[in-house]
């Protein structure tokens, strides 16, 4: 009985990567925002990170059960 952190690890990185990649979606034709950043949309790119790791914890968690 050992404590599985992979579960709310996945669901906390998933639910702010989607969040964060909706946000930058939404806002990627706005430069000015992004004007500091080089013209990079950072928060698509990141929330993109977050939600493939999240998944990819998700994965495994459902993998070792």
């Known amino acids: 009985m050992g404590l599985?952190?992979?579960l709310p690890i996945g669901m906390m990185?998933?639910?702010?990567?989607a969040l964060l990649?909706?946000?930058?979606?939404f806002t990627r034709d706005?430069?000015?925002m992004?004007?500091?950043s080089l013209n990079i949309n950072v928060n698509l790119w990141w929330?993109?990170?977050?939600l493939v790791f999240?998944?990819?914890m998700l994965f495994l968690a459902r993998r070792k059960s």
């Open 4 to 6: 599985d952190i992979r």
């Open 13 to 17: 990185f998933s639910l702010i990567g």
């Open 21 to 25: 990649a909706v946000s930058g979606f």
């Open 30 to 32: 706005d430069t000015a």
């Open 34 to 36: 992004y004007q500091r």
């Open 47 to 50: 929330g993109l990170f977050l």
């Open 54 to 56: 999240g998944l990819l």
